[in-house]
């Protein structure tokens, strides 16, 4: 069986815990071929920015591995913009709701049977893992790098259309030049602030992307349209098309319904348009 909170936990299906490997902002390397392309639609605040985040966390991972001068360019870009992030709201409370959240739909299964309880254990034992680590944060995340006058002088001119340049941020200038080696001990540290926030997020997002099973949907003329129930949140809508079709998903919604419509991908066209051809796909409304 499948819990509301995300995870498979019948006992004689259920694989190895590797959540461990899966909840680490960095885990997930890009693939050149995806075996299907997925399209999300978060349908609130809270998920839009964690996805956000592991988003750049991804980016920020990928170059951080490379050596080249522009890779540390954009791995510090990434650094910047997840700063701004953490700015903007307090994720750290968010974070913590969610976990929270997460423990009390999980525990209402400890009376069931059916269910692998040593599996359950676990899966909670890693979530309070995540709940203790980021309430041990002290004040605001990564606020020793919002002090730092050299990101903060960056971070201003990063707004400007090639506004770091050499000429306009000659400090900077002189870091990249600096050995590969050291320029990435350097962004690692930085990066390092948001380690157990990061992988916090990573786990509320595999169990809210766990928590619903893939289904064969149908878009008649290429729309789709639902209806939810407000009683039962969707926390996140996704589909599932292969690389082969000549169409994208554009989706859009809020609470209470969401529609997805697939569209005639060019690059030569001023604006996509709609096809008016069946489209098979496959859909999941997580429901935590």
């Known amino acids: 069986m499948t819990t509301s909170s995300g995870s498979s936990l019948a006992s004689n299906k259920q694989a190895p815990d590797n959540s461990a490997a899966r ?31 592991e988003y750049l966390f991804q980016q920020a991972a990928y170059h951080l591995s490379r050596q080249s001068e522009w ?21 750290k409370s968010e ?9 009390t739909s999980l525990k209402r299964h400890e009376q ?26 002290n004040g605001q995340i ?16 990063s707004a400007i259309p090639g506004g770091t340049c050499d000429f306009d ?25 948001f380690d157990a926030i990061g992988q916090a997020i990573q786990m509320i997002l595999s169990l809210t992307r766990d928590s619903t099973a893939m289904k064969p949907t149908l878009a008649t003329a290429g729309v789709y349209q639902r209806t939810l129930d407000p009683n039962l949140p969707c926390q996140l809508v996704r589909i599932a098309l292969p690389p082969g079709l000549p169409y994208f998903a554009e989706l859009s919604g809020g609470r209470h319904r969401f529609t997805a419509r697939f569209l005639q991908f060019s690059t030569d066209e001023k604006r996509a348009k709609q096809t008016d051809q069946d489209v098979e796909f496959e859909l999941a409304c997580c429901i935590i």
């Not at 890779?71 to 870009?77: K, V």
């Open 95 to 103: 974070v913590l709701k969610e976990l929270e959240r997460h423990t």
């Open 23 to 53: 909840h680490s902002p960095a885990s997930k390397s890009p693939r050149s071929v995806p075996e299907k392309i997925m399209y999300e639609q978060p349908l609130n605040e809270r998920i839009r920015s964690f996805l956000r985040l």
């Open 169 to 193: 941020l000659p400090a900077f200038h002189y870091w990249l030049q600096q050995p590969a080696k050291e320029r990435t001990r350097d962004l690692a540290q930085w990066l390092s602030h």
């Open 142 to 157: 990564a606020n020793e790098l919002k002090a730092s006058e050299f990101l903060v002088s960056i971070r201003q001119r």
């Open 112 to 137: 069931n049977p059916d269910i692998d309880h040593s599996q359950l254990s676990g899966l909670l034992d890693n979530i309070n893992t995540h709940i203790e680590k980021v309430r041990a944060i």
């Open 71 to 91: 890779d540390s360019r954009a791995t510090l870009t990434c650094v910047l913009e997840i700063l701004e992030i953490f700015g903007n709201t307090n994720l």
